[in-house]
Structures are given as C-alpha cells and as structure tokens.
C-alpha cells in the first residue's frame, strides 16, 4: 500500500499543469511560491563587504599630516614671507591656496552744496554767452528772400470803341461818367458762385426705379389656357394637307408670339403660313378663332 502511495504521489507531481482544470489558478499559484522558495533557498548568502581598517587609518593619518604641514607653513608666511618653505616628503601633493584680496572700491570725493552751486552757475553763464553769440550770429546773416511773380490770367479785348448804351434816367442820379471809348488790354475775370436754390424736394438718384406709371394693356393670350390652347390645335392641325413637320412648329410659334409680343403677331404668323401654302384656308381660319377665344388685356 505504501508502495502505490508513493507512486501515486509522484506521478501526480510528474503531471504537467492542466489550465483547464477547476483548480488551476491555485495550482499555478502554489507551483510559483514553491518555485520562489527555491530559489531563495539555494542563493548563495551575500556576504557584507569588509572595510579595510588599515586603508581607513592610513588615509587619517595622511589628511592630519597634511593639516599640521599646511598649518606651519601658514605660519612661516606670517612670520618670514621671505623665508623658504621646508622641503615635504615625495610622493605627498600639496594643497595649493590662494589669497583673494577684494579691491576696494573707489569712493567719489564728496562734494560740497557750495561747490555744486558755483559750478551750476558757472555752466549756465556759459549757455547764456553761447545763446549770445549765435543771435549776434543770426542777426549778421540776411536770409535770400527769391520773389517769384505770379502770370497774369490775360484776356483780349478789341481795342474798338464800344458804344455805350443810354440807360436814360437809371444813370442820372449817379455822379460817375462812363467814357465813350476804352482801350483794356488786361481785364479781370469775375467768376460768379451759383447760389443754393430754395426748392429742397429730393433729387432723384441714379438707383432709385424709373418706372413710367400705368402701362397700356394689351391684347395677348392668357397663360392659364395654355393646356386647352395646346390640346384643341392639335386637334386643328391634325389634318392630312399639313406636313408633320411643320404642326409643331406652328403650335408652338403662334402661342408663343401672342403670349410674349400679342395676338396680331400670332395672327399675322397664321396667315404667312397660309401665304407659305403650309397651312390651309380652312385649318387657319378655325386656329385664328381659337386664338381670339383665349385673348386677354394685360
């Protein structure tokens, strides 16, 4: 029984993970946290690194003898800037340092309300002497004045004697002469200015509507017997004396020139037909009646 136990159990571990299963999430799971303890199990322990104790106190020692060195020395420069350093061991760098001395500003020497005063004065009496010499200079120099004559507008005027008219008793009262002849080469042209008219009714404008007022009606065809009109004179002019090649072409004109121009138009064009021998005496005289049927004034 132990036997087939034991086999039992290691066929089962042998068998491989089943996603369809009813418990395969839980299988899953514990076959990664087993696969996890493993691994933890059979690293290898990290060992803490040691410090060595020896570099550490070496480098103690080396920053303290460098300390005392850089001491002395500043010492040595206090006391004997002249004297020489001592010579260090090879193989020991030396800190270098540098002294940085600010540099003091330059203060302006303060200058008192006094002096400021005189030197105020001083500079604007020499504007005022500059401002002197140059209206002494101005006034020596003349400017060019150029003097440009205007054309004369000149009109010709006969030198005839003009006879002048006897105005009778209007010039009577007038103390001023007018003489007989006058020579006036150069006259003045009076350009009179129209003055604004009082009538202030609106002129009319370039868009306003130029209608003519009530128009003369006319004799034409009424467009809303055009189907009846259509219908009877095919009637009409379904005749065996009329070409077919011609009905629709005189159905169509004589409707569309009484429509559009008037009913003596459509008439006229009936009886050029007949004069062309297109269509009969008959056969128009029947079309003409339909025609003055459907007229209207409009």
Do not use: C
């Not at 302006?108 to 002197?132: H, Y």
């Amino acid at each position: 029984m132990g036997e087939s136990n034991i086999s039992g159990e290691r066929r089962k571990k042998d068998e491989p993970f089943n996603p369809f299963a009813r418990d395969a999430s839980a299988q899953r799971n514990k076959r990664m946290s087993e696969r996890s303890q493993n691994q933890r199990r059979n690293a290898p322990a990290p060992r803490p690194a040691q410090k060595p104790l020896q570099d550490q106190q070496s480098a103690h020692d080396e920053l303290a003898k460098k300390r005392q060195e850089a001491l002395n020395r500043l010492g040595n420069q206090d006391s004997k800037p002249k004297s020489k350093t001592q010579p260090q061991p090879e193989g020991v760098e030396e800190p270098t340092f540098t002294n940085s001395v600010e540099k003091q500003e330059v203060v302006a020497p303060k200058v008192s309300r006094e002096d400021r005063m005189a030197e105020l004065r001083r500079k604007s009496e020499e504007s005022r002497k500059n401002a002197k010499a140059q209206r002494n200079d101005a006034a020596g120099i003349k400017p060019e004045v150029k003097t440009v004559e205007a054309e004369p507008v000149i009109e010709f005027v006969s030198a005839e004697q003009t006879p002048v008219p006897d105005t009778g008793g209007a010039l009577s009262g007038s103390t001023t002469t007018v003489p007989k002849s006058r020579n006036d080469v150069f006259k003045t042209i009076q350009t009179e200015v129209a003055k604004p008219s009082s009538d202030r009714r609106r002129r009319r404008r370039r868009g306003d509507k130029k209608g003519g007022g009530r128009q003369k009606q006319e004799k034409k065809l009424n467009r809303q017997k055009y189907l009846e009109y259509k219908y009877a004179a095919r009637d009409l002019l379904d005749d065996d004396s009329i070409p077919e090649e011609h009905r629709s072409n005189v159905l169509g004109q004589v409707w569309a020139k009484g429509e559009r121009m008037g009913v003596p138009d459509a008439l006229e064009f009936i009886e050029q037909k007949v004069e062309e021998e297109i269509l009969p005496r008959e056969v128009a005289d029947k079309l003409r009646d339909l025609v003055s049927r459907m007229t209207t004034r409009r």
